[in-house]
């Protein structure tokens, strides 16, 4: 995997001025375009397309900066139509706009080359099982709402919390089949992982296949496959959201298999009143690599 994502850092680098086709790059490193952005932006910590924007805008800096070439000669070496879609890619990464910085010389925003490395860490073991499972479905109440990476989700929490009591334990009632419990379903999600995309949260519970949906709830079609299933426990939700990113740094680097698309789901075993810790089991769909 680390070497598939240099060879994308590589292959930008080669390909700044124009598009290239991260899924072909993916299939001849032998694995998905899903997993290969997934990973590159829980690694990098920023999406691979705001990599890109932050590369070429690094790169066309010093063009600016140098003035032998007009500005929509620029905009155009590196993709833009116009000028004006130049500016604002060159504000968004400068914090000020080409003339500006042809003028005075700055200020400027570099974005160093990315390198991956494998660090050897895995002094926690991570609490981990494999699941083949068949179809299934989630039903409960959806909404969409913004992906934030850190911290408690206020959309999320105000979502769940519009519900009446009665309403949880009536979706309690209606799980029959693993994942047990009530979920936290995040569905649609964007492979880059960008913060600020909308995703569907699904506050509700796993049913098989063949049980009916009530006719008020909405509901996720989920085909038969494998999850890779971790175990957290600690502080809520900081626990989960740092065992999503060991799934990354060391259990996929050190694993047979990789993600595949589908919904991440949440089950909460065990929590305190406040819900300031829990015992959770995440559940990712996974495939063989």
């Not at 569907?200 to 989920?222: C, F, N």
């Amino acid at each position: 995997m680390i070497s598939a994502l240099n060879r994308l850092v590589d292959l930008v680098e080669e390909r700044l001025s124009d598009e290239f086709d991260v899924k072909e790059l993916a299939g001849s490193l032998g694995t998905t375009e899903y997993h290969l952005r997934r990973m590159f932006s829980s690694l990098a910590g920023m999406p691979l397309s705001e990599y890109v924007r932050r590369r070429r805008m690094t790169v066309a800096a010093a063009d600016v900066v140098r003035g032998a070439d007009d500005l929509l000669s620029i905009a155009v070496r590196y993709g833009y139509g116009s000028t004006e879609a130049f500016g604002r890619a060159f504000r968004a990464v400068h914090g000020t706009g080409p003339s500006d910085v042809r003028r005075d010389g700055g200020p400027l925003r570099t974005q160093p080359q990315l390198r991956f490395r494998l660090t050897v860490e895995g002094s926690i073991p991570m609490d981990t099982r494999i699941a083949e499972r068949a179809a299934f479905k989630l039903v409960g109440h959806a909404a969409r709402v913004p992906l934030i990476h850190e911290g408690v989700n206020p959309h999320i929490q105000q979502h769940i919390t519009a519900l009446p009591s009665e309403e949880h334990q009536r979706l309690k009632s209606l799980g029959d089949t693993e994942p047990a419990g009530l979920l936290s379903v995040c569905d649609d999600l964007d492979p880059d992982h960008t913060e600020g995309c909308e995703l569907t949260y699904l506050h509700g519970v796993a049913i098989a296949e063949s049980t009916p949906v009530p006719d008020d709830l909405d509901a996720i079609e989920v085909p038969a496959g494998t999850w890779a299933v971790f175990r957290t426990s600690g502080p809520h939700p900081q626990a989960l959201q740092t065992a999503w990113a060991a799934t990354a740094t060391e259990w996929f680097p050190a694993n047979p298999w990789r993600l595949r698309p589908g919904p991440e789901i949440v089950a909460v075993l065990e929590r305190a009143d406040d819900f300031s810790t829990a015992t959770c089991e995440l559940w990712v769909p996974v495939e063989p690599s």
